[in-house]
């Protein structure tokens, strides 16, 4: 093999390795989205778990992705441990599919339908179709489906100049023997391992035999246990995605390796034990990349098939290896990084923390608007921690969508995370104002300061009135509902002159000596942060208003919001007031 022939191998590889790349990636964009949500929902059995983890791996080439994918639902409580193993054996059998695709870059010209189907003909229509559908098409779906076939293209293109380069090396001495010295299977399967783990994919390295297979030097007893040894290294890149996480994200990662280490012990001992007892004569057989394809996924298929029944064996293993954490509580956030590059997940799960958040800020609320009907120590502790909970979904929720939008996503997409961003803030500001009534709670109770009858009746009607705001905001939120969202600006109306109102009285009660200053100081701090809350109401469901369809006649119905004076306004003000009335 001369020196030609070795850059010539390592180009072929490049391409191959570019080439799967980019019809990677181009298969999660055009279908990732859909099929991370699905595995995330439907994998409840472990049987259900295999299926949709063999056809979400089959579509998007990676067994990798899938179980770095399925880490990340376990690490972020989106799924169970239990529910993860199902997935990450369906992911064992589903990353063999990639071995029957490259098998195509193998099929000989010849006439007809054969010529039709051949290698370079393949290539060629999917380089033609690819290029123009990447360059003349402005949908973002059709460019990902040009990347796919360009991707496909290229790694056709990298198997023919592998295959080409080593095709002289079935009639070197050194080469045979080296194929031969991998029919001991500890050899074969160590040498499997490390050469997966240094390519960081199963496929690729599948690939790389099947183009090594061409020489006709390569025997079934020297291929089996290098791919034996591929299943078990391709789980390193899995364990790497594990650092920093949990407990139960740990665990999942180990599933992949504990699952291919025992599935190949077994396989290789019933395989190898038969074989000395009947003398398989199979094993001389010389393999090409059809075979191969077929070996590697029925020895999949013997993985998974051997495991299933003992997935509970497996969760309990890895908890073994993997103790749980005295000191590691369950978080609230559930913003993984391992998300980003899938943003219907990371999107979903942004939704869930805001949501959480919004809950968060109306409890606070409720909480502080206790302390001024009955003041305890512990309520008002439980306010300041729920106004630093929100502080801390704040600045997670922040930093996370802000990565997020780095990337490319859908017009509805993009619409969700600027909704989320305008958000934050004024549910932050909502805790912030509910600490600030714990403090002018706690200040009445420490300085024994107690407001007239009138004062009191009036400061209890302002109350309910926010208090009914932030239910009706929160909820319009988090359902997502546009018929509650236009109904908090008349209520946000409504306190406003409820407030206004209620400081005219006490300055009449000022004048009168029935109040003194010191009460109104505090009044005055209270009324002004339920207004307050009232604002950021306002700006939560004027910002879901403004971000909605058209066909909910957003623009006409700001434009009439804004004067105050339509008829649906008016009549929602007459009922608020009616209802809350001094």
């Not at 994998?43 to 992705?65: D, E, F, H, R, W």
């Not at 006439?111 to 290698?119: A, F």
């Not at 559930?334 to 923390?353: D, G, K, V, W």
């Amino acid at each position: 093999m001369g020196i030609s022939d070795m850059i010539a191998l390592l180009s072929g590889i490049a391409l191959f390795l570019f080439g799967m790349g980019l019809m990677g990636d181009g298969l999660k964009k055009v279908a990732g989205s859909r099929l991370e949500l699905i595995l995330y929902r439907l994998s409840n059995t472990p049987l259900k778990g295999v299926l949709l983890g063999t056809g979400v791996t089959a579509v998007i080439q990676s067994s990798c992705a899938t179980s770095v994918m399925v880490v990340g639902f376990v690490n972020a409580g989106m799924m169970k441990l239990k529910q993860a193993i199902g997935v990450i054996l369906g992911a064992i059998l589903g990353t063999s599919i990639t071995g029957w695709v490259i098998s195509l870059s193998y099929i000989e010209g010849g006439s007809g339908i054969g010529q039709l189907l051949s290698t370079s003909t393949l290539t060629g229509l999917a380089a033609v179709i690819g290029i123009l559908l990447r360059t003349f098409s402005k949908k973002a779906t059709k460019q990902h489906v040009g990347d796919i076939l360009m991707g496909f293209a290229v790694l056709m293109f990298g198997m023919s100049t592998m295959s080409g380069a080593v095709s002289g090396l079935g009639e070197q001495a050194w080469f045979v023997g080296t194929l031969q010295s991998l029919s001991n299977p500890l050899l074969g399967i160590l040498v499997g391992a490390a050469f997966t783990a240094l390519l960081q994919s199963a496929s690729a390295a599948v690939g790389i035999v099947q183009a090594l297979s061409v020489t006709g030097a390569m025997r079934f007893d020297a291929a089996l246990p290098l791919l034996m040894g591929i299943a078990i290294g391709a789980a390193f890149p899995v364990l790497l995605s594990a650092l920093g996480a949990k407990a139960d994200g740990k665990r999942t990662a180990l599933v992949y390796l504990v699952s291919e280490v025992i599935s190949v012990l077994i396989c290789a001992a019933l395989f190898y034990l038969a074989d000395t007892i009947f003398r398989f004569s199979f094993t001389q057989t010389v393999m090409n990349p059809f075979s191969l394809a077929f070996v590697n996924t029925v020895l999949r298929l013997a993985m998974v098939l051997l495991l299933l029944p003992f997935t509970d064996v497996l969760e309990a293993l890895v908890k073994l290896l993997v103790p749980e954490k005295q000191d590691e509580a369950p978080l609230a956030l559930r913003l993984e990084e391992r998300f980003l590059t899938h943003p219907s997940l990371a999107i979903e799960q942004s939704r869930l923390t805001i949501n959480d958040m919004a809950e968060c800020a109306k409890e606070a609320l409720g909480e502080a608007l206790a302390l001024l009907v009955r003041y305890t120590e512990t309520t008002f502790t439980r306010v300041e921690q729920l106004e630093s909970d929100a502080d801390r979904y704040e600045d997670a929720l922040g930093s996370y969508l802000v990565k997020l939008t780095g990337r490319e996503m859908s017009d509805q997409q993009n619409e969700d995370v600027s909704k989320f961003l305008h958000t934050l803030t004024d549910l932050e500001r909502i805790s912030d104002h509910a600490l600030n009534i714990a403090q002018s709670a706690k200040e009445l109770n420490e300085k024994q300061l107690q407001f007239s009858d009138d004062a009191q009746r009036e400061l209890s009607v302002v109350c309910r009135a926010v208090r009914e705001v932030v239910r009706l905001t929160v909820q319009a939120f988090t359902e997502n509902d546009l018929t509650l969202a236009v109904q908090v600006e008349p209520l946000e109306e409504l306190i406003d002159q409820l407030v206004d109102k209620v400081k005219r009285h006490h300055i009449d009660r000022l004048q009168k000596g029935q109040c003194t200053i010191q009460q109104g100081f505090v009044l005055n701090d209270l009324l002004t942060s339920l207004e307050r809350v009232g604002d950021h109401c306002s700006n939560v469901a004027v910002d879901m208003i403004e971000l909605a369809e058209d066909d909910f006649a957003t623009h006409e119905y700001m434009s009439r919001l804004k004067d105050k004076k339509s008829p649906e306004f008016l009549e929602a003000l007459d009922t608020y007031r009616a209802r809350f009335s001094l």
